[in-house]
């Protein structure tokens, strides 16, 4: 919002973030042993819009990736998300594409309309899958069964007929060629006079500066003091684990290949009497050539617990107490609420860029009389430099 506001109104914006870095959840680092880590647990890009790619590429390159996660469950690992591969896992011996859908039609439940994400994959995929890939994993992550949840949480996760292992579907899938840090960097340098504040709480900023608008992507409970109670946020704890080449060579339980830890960038647990939920190893997808590894095992954990308000719940009950919330931000003035902590809803990235883009044009046009021209002569200036 910085970025576009300062280039297309010509507003002065200050950044500020009560953590000690720019780039929010998706903030990456080199760790003690040279390697590249997600801050905040792994942060898998990808679109299917065009605009989102041109923005961003405005500010870094790529490295393609095809996003690989395996689940690891009795005793061994299985092809995830749930495909033909995971089908022949399962029976134990080489099957085709119409013997999995025949398997699926027999086992699938019928239920009409799937209402939470129970039913849905009930409906998808029948019990025993449910419950070996899906139960205990979605119950560890929110401490809510599936069937308390939205038929969206579990419904996101493909189910392919073929051997498609991939994770993801989008088109574009792909992580910042030299990392997220580097690429809100970048941004905020094309952001001058943007000035960036760590450190620095809204609270504290309220005491330094006036302003004439407000972009704001924190809590929306925090906001308005938890008028209407605290929203139910669930978190994670991420335990990180390096290795060097020797310390990975010794280590009995590593499984990769040369140079990794485990088998493939993400492994799931979905074993209810494991309490990590999955372990990531970011170097399959960062493609960072270096000897040394870190993986990082993932535990849910209440808010109460880390302070960092993770997820929002996608569940009716927290819905209708953000929705009293919500009309409080309807009415707020000078102040645009933005992002997954302030709308209090499961975004991915590439979905909050495009809505920062929409946003900043609203604001274009409110505040910039020829808004619209004056952002088509940014384009253009910007088009000329890239080429
Ligand atoms: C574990 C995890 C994995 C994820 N994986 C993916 C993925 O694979 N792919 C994907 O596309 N998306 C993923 N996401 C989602 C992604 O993190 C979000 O879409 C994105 O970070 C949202 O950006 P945002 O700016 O809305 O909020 P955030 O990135 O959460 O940034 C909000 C910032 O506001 C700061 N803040 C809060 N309150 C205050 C305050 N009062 N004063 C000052 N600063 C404040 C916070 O410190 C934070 O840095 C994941 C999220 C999590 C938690």
């Not at 297309?8 to 390697?35: Q, T």
């Not at 994993?137 to 498609?164: F, Q």
């Not at 938890?226 to 684990?241: A, I, K, M, T, V």
């Amino acid at each position: 919002m910085a970025e576009r506001l300062a280039r297309l109104l010509r507003w002065r914006c200050v950044v500020i973030d009560k953590r000690e870095h720019i780039g929010g959840n998706a903030h990456d680092a080199f760790d003690s042993a040279g390697v590249l880590v997600h801050s905040y647990g792994p942060h898998y890009f990808r679109t299917n819009s065009a605009r989102i790619i041109d923005y961003l590429s405005q500010f870094t390159a790529w490295h393609p990736v095809e996003y690989s996660i395996k689940s690891r469950t009795a005793g061994r690992y299985w092809s995830f998300p749930v495909n033909l591969n995971t089908y022949e896992e399962m029976v134990g011996h080489p099957a085709t594409e119409e013997e999995f859908a025949a398997y699926l039609e027999r086992v699938r439940e019928p239920i009409e309309r799937p209402a939470n994400s129970e039913e849905v994959m009930l409906a998808s995929i029948g019990r025993e899958l449910y419950e070996r890939f899906f139960e205990g994993y979605t119950l560890k992550h929110w401490k809510r069964h599936p069937r308390e949840l939205d038929a969206s949480v579990c419904g996101r996760i493909p189910v392919r007929l073929n051997r498609d292992n991939r994770y993801l579907s989008e088109s574009f899938q792909a992580l910042p060629r030299d990392g997220y840090t580097a690429m809100f960097g970048s941004m905020l340098q094309a952001s001058a006079p943007t000035r960036f504040l760590p450190g620095m709480p809204l609270e504290e900023a309220r005491r330094h500066f006036t302003w004439k608008h407000l972009i704001y992507s924190g809590p929306i409970d925090s906001y308005f003091g938890e008028c209407h109670g605290r929203l139910p946020w669930r978190s994670l704890r991420f335990e990180p684990e390096s290795f060097t080449a020797a310390k990975l060579r010794n280590d009995a339980s590593a499984d990769g290949p040369a140079g990794f830890w485990q088998p493939a960038m993400q492994v799931n647990y979905p074993d209810r009497d494991i309490p990590f939920t999955r372990i990531v190893e970011i170097k399959h997808a960062t493609g960072q050539r270096i000897d040394a590894t870190t993986i990082v095992r993932e535990y849910p954990a209440d808010y109460e617990e880390t302070g960092e308000p993770y997820y929002p719940i996608p569940a009716p009950d927290a819905k209708r107490q953000y929705r009293l919330y919500r009309e409080l931000a309807e009415r707020e003035e000078n102040t645009t609420f933005i992002g997954r902590l302030a709308t209090y809803r499961y975004y991915n990235m590439d979905q909050i860029v495009g809505m920062a883009l929409k946003k900043a044009d609203d604001l274009v046009a409110r505040f910039g009389g020829g808004g619209n021209k004056v952002r088509s002569e940014n384009e253009e200036v910007r088009r000329k430099k890239l080429r």
